[in-house]
């Protein structure tokens, strides 16, 4: 059993920027591909950025250039910075564990509880 917890959202005019937390407990964090997801009032869940075991990344188009997931192992966290925001990046953001990383949510076994974004234009 993972658990993953979010931090680090808030309100932030477009333009401005935001850092992400999730930090995991239970087992061995290591051994877990992350990602970050993202799901907006009325729409789907998102995919946002991904990192492997072995710290490949792989961001949406949408964010690519703007976000950058990142993990440091010797904290059991994983990151995401956002800069330059906009208002339609406003949705709560949810980090998730799987075995492999890859954009389909429905590969990812554990998800953290959500953090909300919201950039003011």
């Given at each position: 059993?993972?658990?993953?917890?979010?931090?680090?959202?808030?309100?932030?005019?477009?333009?401005?920027?935001?850092?992400?937390?999730?930090?995991?407990?239970?087992?061995?964090?290591?051994?877990?591909?992350?990602?970050?997801?993202?799901?907006?009032?009325?729409?789907?869940?998102?995919?946002?950025?991904?990192?492997?075991?072995?710290?490949?990344?792989?961001?949406?188009?949408?964010?690519?250039?703007?976000?950058?997931?990142?993990?440091?192992?010797?904290?059991?966290t994983v990151y995401l910075?956002?800069?330059?925001?906009?208002?339609?990046?406003?949705?709560?953001?949810?980090?998730?564990?799987?075995?492999?990383?890859?954009?389909?949510?429905?590969?990812?076994?554990?998800?953290?509880?959500?953090?909300?974004?919201?950039?003011?234009?």
């Open positions: 059993q993972v658990q993953l917890v979010e931090s680090g959202g808030g309100l932030v005019q477009a333009g401005g920027s935001l850092r992400l937390s999730c930090a995991a407990s239970g087992r061995t964090f290591v051994g877990y591909a992350m990602a970050w997801f993202r799901r907006a009032p009325g729409n789907e869940r998102e995919f946002v950025a991904s990192i492997s075991r072995s710290g490949i990344t792989y961001h949406a188009d949408s964010v690519k250039g703007r976000f950058t997931i990142s993990r440091d192992n010797a904290k059991n910075q956002m800069n330059s925001l906009k208002p339609e990046d406003t949705a709560v953001y949810y980090c998730a564990a799987g075995t492999i990383a890859t954009v389909g949510g429905q590969t990812y076994i554990y998800w953290g509880q959500g953090t909300q974004v919201t950039v003011s234009s």
